[in-house]
């Protein structure tokens, strides 16, 4: 697909390949302004979400745990886990065993949320795969799952090769 300009020259140039970075990154931005409409009610940001949904099934894990179980840096897991805290849905306290990390617990207010997380999770699985067939859903999720393998390994080589 081209597009031109007054001067006749192309501005528009479509690679092969391009649609999966543009269509990954779309579904990424509309999934994130999806689940920030739905958590602002609860003072949540969709970037806390993920953290939040992780600790519903894994409370009391260390913080570096968390953010490499989620692929996400320090500095990222740090920003959530400082608003998570400060609104009262987390606590964190120093791992005895290791007195640099932190465990990470949800609070009664954090555990009173899971109900409400399940549901904005399900619905929102539910809009995604609308129209797909239990077949279908399962090979998108199969194939989504190969990607993010894929590009982790790459990334991990780039690390290890410099």
Do not use: W
């Not at 543009?22 to 509309?30: A, E, G, N, T």
């Not at 608003?83 to 009664?108: H, N, Q, S």
């Amino acid at each position: 697909m081209t597009g031109s300009n007054d001067n006749g020259n192309d501005i528009c140039r479509y690679s092969e390949h391009e649609p999966i970075g543009r269509y990954s990154s779309h579904l990424f931005r509309s999934i994130q302004i999806y689940v920030a409409k739905e958590l602002e009610p609860y003072g949540i940001g969709s970037g806390q979400f993920p953290f939040m949904m992780r600790l519903l099934h894994c409370d009391g894990i260390k913080q570096e745990e968390l953010a490499s179980s989620l692929s996400y840096d320090r500095a990222t897991i740090t920003r959530s886990m400082n608003r998570l805290e400060e609104m009262g849905y987390i606590t964190r306290e120093r791992d005895p065993g290791d007195k640099r990390a932190y465990i990470v617990r949800l609070t009664e207010k954090g555990r009173s949320m899971e109900a409400v997380l399940m549901d904005i999770s399900s619905r929102l699985n539910d809009v995604l795969m609308r129209g797909f067939t239990e077949d279908e859903t399962a090979f998108f999720i199969s194939m989504l799952m190969r990607a993010v393998e894929n590009i982790s390994a790459e990334n991990d080589s780039r690390k290890v090769s410099k």
